[in-house]
């Protein structure tokens, strides 16, 4: 892939159904680390001037206990 081709699939408006699908698989995986999570994650992307707006929206029943690695 050329460099011109790769910038120009770095800048997207939105994320596919699979990319956000994909995405949220991966943060289930690490919020479940520290919450214990109550249903699906929802994830909304906002264009803004300097990017993106991400917020990742998720109900938890209790926050995890960590313990801090040794």
Do not use: H, Q
Not at 26 to 44: H, I, R, S
Not at 47 to 59: A, M, N, T, W
Request: hydrophobic content about 40%.
């Amino acid at each position: 892939m050329n460099s011109a081709k790769r910038l120009i699939s770095l800048d997207r408006e939105e994320m596919t159904d699979l990319e956000r699908e994909l995405f949220l698989k991966d943060f289930k995986k690490v919020a479940d680390e520290y919450f214990e999570c109550d249903g699906a994650a929802n994830l909304e992307v906002t264009r803004d001037e300097d990017g993106f707006l991400v917020c990742v929206i998720f109900g938890a029943r209790r926050i995890k206990n960590v313990k801090r690695p040794i």
